[in-house]
């Protein structure tokens, strides 16, 4: 008997959040940069009414902020915000990845290489894929412990971070660095190596915050 595949369905408003959300992520739309909805409207070919919608859950996900009589901006990266971000992470991720290594089913260890690999295959083509790439690999390395509120937690943090992995990737080198900890990672996982995986996972995030520190910095004494 053949199992069709699931039918993924993709609204108009799906369509323009994803359009949308990738301008915010890859930095075509800049932050405090205002979303002209009559021109964008135009611009994609719809009417308001899905164009509303999308820009509603992008603000829930924290990539626009809305006022009144101005309407969206994109929300500004800050110091403080990837602070609190990336320190949310080290305190969560870690040890939730360690715990959901020990615990994967096969079917959940074939689903972290390929999340792995899809990575993989995004780097140095397409910016928007791997921030999405990455938050997917992240969430894949936490949910077979089957802890929802969690993953749940993880994946919202790692739609946050989205923004700061594009510009933490932004300097000559740190793209294959952050291939080798990944790799790293994932071989980890995948030998239930609990204490190597959360030692891991903890560099990485770190040092990740330590990088953008030193942007940050940099960018304000220009």
């Known amino acids: 008997m053949i199992v069709p595949r699931a039918i993924v369905v993709r609204t108009l408003s799906d369509q323009v959040f994803e359009i949308v959300r990738e301008r915010i992520v890859t930095g075509r739309l800049r932050d405090d940069a205002p979303i002209r909805q009559d021109a964008l409207a135009t611009e994609l070919g719809v009417s308001k009414i899905?164009?509303?919608e999308a820009l509603a859950r992008l603000e829930q996900e924290g990539l626009l902020v809305s006022q009144a009589n101005r309407g969206y901006t994109v929300r500004p990266m800050s110091a403080e915000e990837a602070d609190e971000v990336y320190a949310l992470r080290l305190v969560i991720e870690p040890a939730a990845a360690a715990r959901a290594a020990a615990v994967a089913s096969e079917p959940a260890r074939e689903e972290a290489v390929a999340a792995f690999h899809a990575l993989?295959?995004?780097?140095?083509?397409?910016?928007?894929?791997?921030?999405?790439?990455?938050?997917?690999?992240?969430t894949a390395l936490v949910r077979p412990a089957g802890r929802i509120l969690t993953t749940q937690l993880v994946e919202r943090l790692a739609v946050l971070s989205e923004r700061y992995v594009i510009a933490?990737?932004?300097?000559?080198?740190?793209?294959?660095?952050?291939?080798?900890?990944?790799?790293?990672?994932?071989?980890?996982?995948?030998?239930?190596?609990e204490a190597a995986l959360e030692s891991l996972l903890h560099r990485h995030i770190?040092?990740?915050?330590?990088?953008?520190?030193?942007?940050?910095?940099?960018?304000?004494?220009?």
Do not use: C, K, S, Y
């Open 120 to 138: 993989d295959e995004a780097a140095n083509t397409d910016l928007a894929q791997v921030a999405i790439r990455n938050r997917h690999f992240h």
């Open 168 to 193: 933490h990737l932004a300097p000559a080198g740190r793209d294959a660095r952050a291939h080798l900890e990944h790799r790293e990672m994932i071989d980890a996982w995948m030998a239930r190596d």
């Open 206 to 222: 770190e040092a990740t915050l330590l990088d953008l520190r030193a942007q940050f910095a940099a960018g304000a004494d220009r």
């Open 50 to 52: 899905p164009l509303r």
